[in-house]
């Protein structure tokens, strides 16, 4: 359903009417499912949906990441606040990962040890993982999308590293690359609950390929991204792959995700793979670079977990 269409219809009183402006549109559909698909559209295509806040903490803290006069005391007074954070901050600088000396047994020494960009990794990573995000009957597909958002993130951070790209600005980019997904999930849950019908089968996938990009490039802007980030979430599908260091290393960092998930340990050999296209890597050099960021995400996870 377009945005024309819906646009001709847009003011209709009833439904019996909509019903017959758009069902030809739907063959085979049922009543309730092309009326699903009218409210889901019409709300996309016309933004007729609020979107969830992020937390204070992350939301100040994206804010002092592009803030060149931000210090670690402006970090710390964000830090304090948020005990779910400050939990994350000591558990990643006491990890394996970053081997510390001895113990880092005040905030000052853990962030001091990780470093600020990590502080900012791991407050976006928790809010888009278990804060911002909480949909009833889609708990499993909710984990399930973070837990991707996460590992993009990670692998576009590997990759924007061994591209000396900037990598701070690729794990975010990674981070937020699917998050339209989940605002149309939200979405779906919504208009579920005001119809009182389940949603139709094979609608939340064709849902998220027909809109996540979009519904995720408003989602950043509101929200107050970097306009490079949002440049890279908005063309994270576009083919040819645009020649640009941050969106190259969310592609490939979201086919490295789906490596993971898959559980392959490289690519299937295909026309136009991107991994050899831009990096010029062959199967064994892919599948090292999953090992690797495998066990960075599993070190990651669990701190922000």
């Known amino acids: 359903m377009d945005f024309d269409t819906l646009a001709k219809i847009k003011d209709q009183a009833d439904e019996e009417s909509i019903l017959r402006r758009i ?3 739907f063959p085979g559909a049922s009543a309730d499912e092309v009326l699903f698909r009218y409210y889901l559209s019409r709300a996309i295509y016309f933004k007729e949906y609020s979107l969830p806040t992020l937390p204070a903490s992350a939301h100040r803290i994206l804010a002092l990441s592009h803030n060149i006069n931000s210090s670690l005391v402006d970090y ?4 304090e606040v948020d005990p779910g954070l400050a939990k994350a901050v000591f558990r990643l600088a006491n990890s394996p990962a970053y081997a ?3 113990e880092c047994t005040t905030l000052a020494q853990a962030v001091a040890h990780i470093g600020l960009q990590e502080v900012e990794r791991i407050s976006m990573s928790q809010a888009m993982g278990n804060r911002v995000f909480h949909i009833r009957h889609y708990e499993s597909l ?3 999308l973070t837990k991707h958002l996460i590992a993009a993130a990670v692998g576009s951070q ?6 000396n790209g900037p990598a701070s600005e690729a794990f975010l980019a990674g981070l937020f690359h699917d998050t339209g997904k989940l605002v149309i999930l939200n979405l779906i849950a ?3 609950r005001k119809r009182k019908h389940a949603v139709p089968a094979g609608l939340i996938e064709s849902a998220f390929d027909a809109f996540h990009v979009a519904v995720g490039e408003n989602a950043c802007r509101t929200w107050g991204l970097p306009d490079n ?3 890279a979430v908005s063309q994270h599908h576009v083919f040819p792959i645009p020649d640009d260091p941050l969106t190259r290393s969310v592609v490939l960092g979201n086919r490295i995700a789906h490596l993971i998930e898959s559980e392959k ?3 299937e050999p295909e026309k136009d793979d991107p991994f050899q296209a831009l990096l010029n890597f062959g199967p064994e050099e892919v599948a090292r670079l999953v090992s690797k960021t495998k066990g960075i995400l599993e070190e990651f996870s669990t701190a922000v977990s």
């Not at 710390?76 to 830090?79: A, M, Q």
């Not at 590997?158 to 591209?163: F, R, T, V």
């Open 190 to 192: 919504d208009v579920q």
């Open 23 to 25: 069902g030809s549109i």
């Open 142 to 144: 909710v984990k399930s």
């Open 229 to 231: 980030l949002i440049a």
């Open 158 to 163: 590997e990759i924007a590293s061994h591209q």
């Open 76 to 79: 710390l007074e964000v830090i």
């Open 265 to 267: 340990p490289s690519p």
């Open 100 to 102: 510390a000396a001895s």
